[in-house]
């Protein structure tokens, strides 16, 4: 279950000076601009906007920040965005994504690594074709562990050592159940724990099964369809 804000509606309704509309060849088009201030004064101010207009409860399993009809972010925007997301990310120990994202946008959110390189959570955008990016970096192992995931959807530690022909193995076990652990940390998946009736016969690696956090979005869209 997620809780969204639609960005552009809220900083239209209590921070207009933030948002500049121009027209480019007849297309109205639409800038988040900030700088003004000090940078942590305008996070703590974007971080204030946007949780009054998430439902911060622990029933939600994804923060959604909706950039729809977002055109451009001016540097200092993706920067105080970007922070300002990852640190409700980290108050909330739940994930955050942005969605809807035009690529110019996206890629002021790539270019953002004064906020990135000092956080310890990691964030995805969906592109408005649906396509999941990371906001950040990780480590090859981890890298491989999200394309299984991508690629089956959800696993857990045992069926990942099963697909390295390791599947017996309490060792690779362990080993990949410290990798979607630390994946968990960042924000980037989600996971639920399985109850000892549904486990496999050998139990172990099965405590909890894992899911990239931007399933959520996609399995909230079929069911409007």
Same mark, same amino acid.
């Given at each position: 279950?997620?809780?969204?804000?639609?960005? %552009? +509606?809220?900083?239209?309704?209590?921070?207009?000076?933030?948002?500049?509309?121009?027209?480019?060849? =007849?297309?109205?088009?639409?800038?988040?601009?900030? =700088?003004?201030?000090?940078?942590?004064?305008?996070?703590?101010?974007?971080?204030? #906007?946007?949780?009054?207009? %998430?439902? %911060?409860?622990?029933?939600?399993?994804?923060?959604?920040?909706?950039?729809?009809?977002?055109?451009?972010?001016?540097?200092?925007?993706?920067?105080?965005?970007?922070?300002?997301?990852?640190?409700?990310?980290? +108050?909330?120990?739940? $994930?955050?994504?942005?969605?809807?994202? %035009?690529?110019? #946008?996206?890629? =002021?959110?790539?270019?953002? $690594?004064?906020?990135?390189?000092?956080?310890?959570?990691?964030l995805w955008a969906v592109d408005i074709a649906g396509n999941p990016h990371i906001l950040g970096t990780i480590p090859d192992r981890l890298v491989e562990i999200l394309d299984i995931l991508k690629d089956k959807g959800r696993v857990s530690a045992s069926e990942i050592a099963a697909l390295h022909g390791e599947q017996n193995s309490k060792k690779y076990i362990n080993k990949f159940s410290v990798y979607l652990q630390e994946l968990f940390n960042t924000g980037l998946i989600n996971r639920e724990k399985i109850a000892g009736s549904a486990r496999d016969e050998a139990g172990r690696g099965w405590t909890y099964v894992y899911r990239p956090a931007y399933a959520d979005i996609f399995e909230t869209l079929m069911k409007r369809f």
């Open positions: 279950m997620n809780s969204e804000v639609k960005l %552009l +509606q809220v900083l239209e309704a209590e921070r207009s000076s933030w948002v500049v509309k121009f027209n480019v060849d =007849g297309n109205n088009t639409t800038l988040f601009k900030l =700088g003004s201030k000090d940078f942590f004064e305008e996070r703590d101010s974007l971080i204030q #906007v946007i949780k009054k207009h %998430l439902e %911060l409860t622990k029933k939600h399993t994804i923060h959604l920040i909706n950039m729809d009809n977002m055109d451009y972010l001016s540097p200092s925007a993706a920067n105080v965005s970007m922070s300002a997301a990852l640190e409700i990310s980290r +108050q909330t120990k739940i $994930p955050v994504i942005f969605t809807q994202v %035009l690529s110019e #946008v996206l890629e =002021g959110l790539k270019a953002a $690594p004064s906020a990135v390189k000092t956080e310890d959570r990691i």
